[in-house]
């Protein structure tokens, strides 16, 4: 069973930093593109940031300049590294890779 599992979500104030990581069971996810989608109450899942197995990437415009998503394919892991959260950044964050998805993480921006 394919699995990829979440991690680093947390509690920040607007403004901050946060990296959250997106751990895959197997190497075989190092061949193909992943990406990063978020969900807020009451809203659609939407994505957020996806990376090519080459590293190409692709962003959102509501994140755009403030996340920066990367891949280490020898630990197996994906990343999202945010900056200047904002309140509406608050959403619980999941990875994606061909049709398996982790549980997510959760990202809240409070003062």
Known sequence: ??????????????G??????CAASRSIFNQYGMAWYRQAPGKEREMVATITSEGDTNYADSVKGRF????????????????????????LYL?????????????????
């Open 1 to 14: 069973q394919e699995q990829l599992v979440e991690s680093g979500g947390g509690l920040v104030q607007p």
């Open 68 to 91: 920066t998503i990367s891949r280490d394919n020898a630990k197996n892991t994906v990343y999202l590294q945010m900056n200047s959260l904002k309140l509406e950044d608050t959403a």
């Open 95 to 111: 990875c994606t890779a061909l049709e398996y998805w982790g549980q997510g993480t959760q990202v809240t921006v409070s003062s």
């Open 16 to 21: 901050g930093s946060l990296r959250v990581s």
